[in-house]
């Protein structure tokens, strides 16, 4: 277990060298972002990280600290005012080819079934579907869809519709996912039990995964490591990895470890007097 | 109260119906009752009964209004939509063409009319540019309005499947803009049929609006009335086809509709 306050700046630790092993699918140096003009706002402090291929990143911050800016820099959505940004050893100059992306809300076309919903991305390059088809039925089927293809949206749960939207951003097989509060809009249940579909998930395809989100128990259960954003303007506070074995179950999260490292960063939000009713 | 039969559809269009039978019941029998002249206000009887004395004639009439109308409001959706298009896509299109068609939108059309005769004589074409006119703006503006109603994440999500502008026309901006389209196509169409009245009012030997002005210089009011009630039909049964078009289209938009 390696805990460390600016984690690049003490490269010692098992992790650290776990990490050095695989090549760096994102790599931020100095990434800052200002909004406005003459009075501008800065959204995001100079952020700094190295993401690994296979690795399961979690960006936690309190809203408004910027880590969806942050993680829209990486789409290639918005352009960093300073820093640079690279991913796949590529600047990050429009969004990257290879990646896929969930929103906070599913964004399903609702005129579309959720089977031409999935087939979104392969229309948009222009391939045809036939070579994806079987890999389609098995997202549906991973994710409890099955059944359901010949459905449009507005007739699916908000649990549903995001399964759907993972699928769709799953089709033409990414290496890298991002994924902004994903689950953000769904009731504790549904989370729940996206949580565990998406470790599954993860587990048997290892992709790159930058999560955002503002949960600090689904942060710990999903991450390898987690990325604790300051208040506004947002800056890296805490570089924490997770060393919890893999599958984590639900229970897991009354186990002592899963509560360390959950006490551990809130304890930072407390120092960042983000409870001051406490 | 409403009980829960009459909600459904068949429900409402009982009561739609019995509106219009009580509403042509006390026009019959107040008519009656207070004796008022065929010349100020004839009875629905009398009105049918000029009707059925000649149906071919006024059907023939009303044909030439239709074709005048669907011509007008064809040429209104096609020229109207492809502006939208431009004007949604093509910045400096926006603070020029589409504010001087929201400035032009202002004048009053009907105004103009008699400008086309003199423009385009007095055959077909003036008749269906009135139309066009009249209808044009209307779904300039609702067309307009759809492509822009696009939720900002659905053009996220497009710009990380690194879409081109036509993909995203077509799969998202301009699904996204029928339910507005179709409202202004709706009104556009009721506006077609002024335009084409207007048309026959201000120079025709046929059409509906020639026989309103036509019987209306011989006191002729239940010929009239007749012109109208066919106008009337007329514009409900286009209203009636445009919606069940729009249910066909956007079978997304019904199937919300079952459900609540």
Redesign the interface.
């Known amino acids: 277990m390696v805990i460390m306050a600016q984690a690049r700046a003490t490269p010692e630790g098992a992790a650290t060298t776990d990490r050095a092993s695989a090549p760096v699918h994102v790599e931020a140096v100095g990434v800052c972002k200002h909004y406005g003009g003459r009075e501008s706002v800065q959204a995001l402090g100079a952020i700094s990280l190295t993401i690994a291929k296979g690795q399961f990143i979690s960006i936690l911050g309190p809203s408004g600290c910027g880590k969806t800016t942050f993680l829209r820099c990486i789409a290639g959505l918005e352009k960093p005012s300073g820093g640079t940004l690279a991913v796949g050893g590529q600047t990050v100059d429009r969004p990257p080819s290879d990646m896929g992306m969930v929103f906070q809300r599913d964004v399903l076309l609702d005129w579309r079934t959720i089977y031409d919903n999935i087939f979104l991305p392969i229309e948009f390059r222009h391939e045809s579907r036939k070579p994806y088809e079987k890999r389609a039925q098995e997202l549906l089927k991973l994710f409890g869809l099955a059944g359901f293809d010949r459905h449009f949206p507005p007739q699916l749960s908000g649990g549903m519709r995001q399964r759907a939207a993972i699928c769709r951003a799953l089709i033409a097989d990414p290496s890298l996912l991002l994924m902004d509060e994903p689950f953000g809009a769904l009731d504790a249940m549904t989370r729940d039990q996206l949580n565990v579909e998406l470790q599954r998930i993860w587990q048997a395809t290892h992709k790159t995964v930058v999560f955002i989100t503002h949960s600090i128990p689904e942060a710990v259960f999903l991450s390898d490591r987690i990325e604790v954003f300051s208040p506004r303007p947002g800056r890296i506070a805490l570089s924490l990895d997770i060393d919890l074995p893999r599958p984590r179950r639900m229970a897991m999260r009354h186990e002592p470890e899963f509560n360390h490292y959950c006490s551990k960063i809130r304890e930072l939000f407390e120092d960042m007097g983000l409870f001051q009713e406490e | 109260m409403v009980n829960g039969k009459l909600n459904g559809r068949v429900g409402r269009g009982i009561l739609t119906v019995s509106s219009f039978v009580i509403f042509f019941l006390i026009w019959q029998v107040a008519s009656q009752i207070f004796g008022i002249r065929p010349v100020i206000l004839p009875t629905p009887v009398a009105i049918l009964r000029e009707l059925a004395s000649s149906p071919g004639w006024y059907l023939l009439q009303g044909w030439y209004t239709l074709l005048t109308t669907l011509a007008g409001f064809g040429l209104a959706v096609v020229i109207g939509v492809l502006l939208s298009i431009l004007i949604v896509e093509v910045k400096i299109l926006d603070s020029t063409l589409y504010a001087f068609i929201l400035a032009l939108n202002t004048v009053p059309k009907v105004a103009v009319a008699p400008l086309f005769v003199i423009w385009l004589g007095t055959g077909s074409q003036p008749k269906i540019a009135i139309s066009f006119l009249i209808a044009f703006f209307a779904i300039v503006i609702d067309a307009v309005l759809g492509l822009r109603s696009v ?1 900002p ?2 053009l ?9 502008r036509w ?1 995203v026309l077509r ?2 901006r301009f ?1 996204c803009a ?1 339910p507005s389209l179709f409202a202004g196509m709706k009104v556009a169409m009721s506006l077609a049929l002024v335009g084409s009245v207007v048309g026959e009012f201000v120079a025709s030997e046929h059409g509906l609006g020639y026989v309103i002005l036509a019987a209306q210089g011989t006191f002729d009011t239940p010929r009239v009335f007749a012109a109208i009630f066919v106008l009337a039909a007329g514009g409900m049964v286009l209203f009636w086809i445009l919606s069940l078009l729009e249910r066909r289209v ?3 938009h019904a ?2 509709q079952v ?1 609540h």
């Open positions: 939720p994440e659905m996220d999500l497009a710009a990380t499947l690194r879409g081109g993909d799969r998202i699904p029928l956007m079978p997304w199937s919300l459900r």
